[in-house]
């Protein structure tokens, strides 16, 4: 082999990963089970108001009016009659359950539930919560739950000394639900089967349909919008569509993801995608420093002063003020997020001088991509 090749050879091997580093990175592929999901196969959230028991004098008090009347119906149901004014719910607390009903729930599975306290309740820590009936949005009752409660926490201590990790007024209770009404959506007999993109997108929908289409020989999948799928004309069985949505999600397509950036202003969070591109455009930081001391002296009268002389506290107020010279970032035309950062650390911006100085960039139309402030 000439030397010459070898040369050249290693010369492109060095540079090439350099380059996609630096320059813009090829389009990864994703698969479309990761980036769609299919109309009518989804979650219902379920809701519903237990009463969680055995705490040890941590749970609601007396002025918790609903935790007593609870308690007060709940032994009546039982055959115990007894006034809801003379009832302490220490060891008790009331408490809203809420779990997710997953597609294709059967009666008998079982689904993880959270339990929040509703009262005054300082921990469930210990915990029972009794059973529970779980509704969805139309009133119907899917599921029913009960079990220990897990906080992963704790509270040690008394009185001005006590150590609390974590939250201990909500707690899980693993498998603690159980399906009882079944919710599944029959695919035996659905001809047409859409697919809902998580983030709309034409090209996306496009690159879907065209790989769907490649797979099965056929014009099978039609765009409907930005965000929906067709797949037309689906024969075979009660097993075609589970065939067909296995073989479909593994295909892989091009990711075409949104030039964007999210700003955090609360917490000082930015993020940015990283086909986000800048205009050519000029940053001007600098910080101002204002510093106000105010000192107390005391004036004490001369000696042999008259009767009226007192000695008298006197404030002396001193106002420093302190400007750092301003310092300038230039960008050019088609610059990287990569570049406005490293120029952001370079003059010694925080995080919230970067959510600032982000918002003024797309105000000076400088920033191609779409901000979204939180």
């Known amino acids: 082999m000439p030397r010459t090749f070898i040369l050249l050879l290693l010369t492109w091997l060095l540079v090439a990963p350099a380059a996609l580093a630096d320059g813009d990175q090829p389009p990864h592929g994703v698969r479309i089970k990761d ?6 196969v989804r979650d219902n959230p379920l809701m519903g108001y237990g ?3 055995g705490l040890n004098r941590t749970g609601d008090s007396q002025q918790t009016v609903f935790s007593t009347q609870t308690l007060s119906n709940l032994l009546q149901r039982m055959g115990v009659q007894i006034p809801p004014a003379s009832v302490r719910v220490n060891n008790m607390a009331a408490v809203f359950v809420t ?7 059967r009666p008998g599975m079982k689904i993880d539930v959270t339990v929040s306290s509703a009262g005054d309740a300082k921990s469930l ?40 990790v974590n939250h201990l007024t909500v707690g899980r209770v693993p498998e603690g639900g159980i399906v009882e009404r079944d919710t599944a959506v029959s695919l035996a007999l659905m001809s047409t089967v859409s697919l809902l993109l998580r983030d709309p997108d034409f090209a996306a929908a496009s690159d879907i349909a065209t790989a769907i289409n490649k797979e099965l020989g056929k014009d099978a999948a039609k ?8 797949i037309t004309g689906i024969t075979g069985g009660p097993g075609a569509v589970p065939a067909l949505m296995a073989r479909v999600g593994s295909l892989s397509v091009t990711s075409h993801p949104p030039a964007k950036v999210v700003v955090n202003e609360r917490t000082g969070t930015v993020v940015m995608g990283g086909s986000v591109t800048l205009g050519a455009c000029s940053i001007l930081h600098g910080n101002l420093a204002i510093e ?21 506290v006197v404030p002396q107020t001193q106002v420093q003020a302190t400007e750092t010279p301003a310092q300038v970032i230039k960008l050019d035309e088609g610059a990287t997020v990569e570049q406005l950062v490293r120029g952001l650390q370079t003059i010694g911006a925080t995080a919230r001088d970067v959510a600032s100085i982000l918002q003024a960039i797309k105000e000076a139309g400088a920033l191609d991509a779409e901000l979204e402030v939180l």
């Not at 980036?35 to 009518?40: A, C, F, K, P, R």
């Not at 949005?137 to 001005?160: C, F, I, R, W």
Request: zero cysteines; charged letters at 15%.
């Open 223 to 230: 765009v409907v919008d930005s965000r929906r799928v067709d």
């Open 51 to 53: 009463v969680v028991v």
């Open 35 to 40: 980036i769609t999901t299919i109309e009518g």
């Open 99 to 105: 779990a997710t009903l997953p597609p294709f729930a």
């Open 292 to 312: 106000i001391a105010t000192k107390f002296e005391v004036s004490q009268p001369a000696p042999l002063s008259s009767d009226k002389a007192q000695t008298v």
């Open 125 to 164: 820590a210990g915990g029972l919560l009794l059973l529970t009936p779980l509704k969805a949005a139309d009133g119907n009752v899917y599921a029913e739950a009960q079990g220990p409660l897990t906080l992963g926490g704790y509270s040690a201590g008394g009185g001005g000394n006590t150590k609390i």
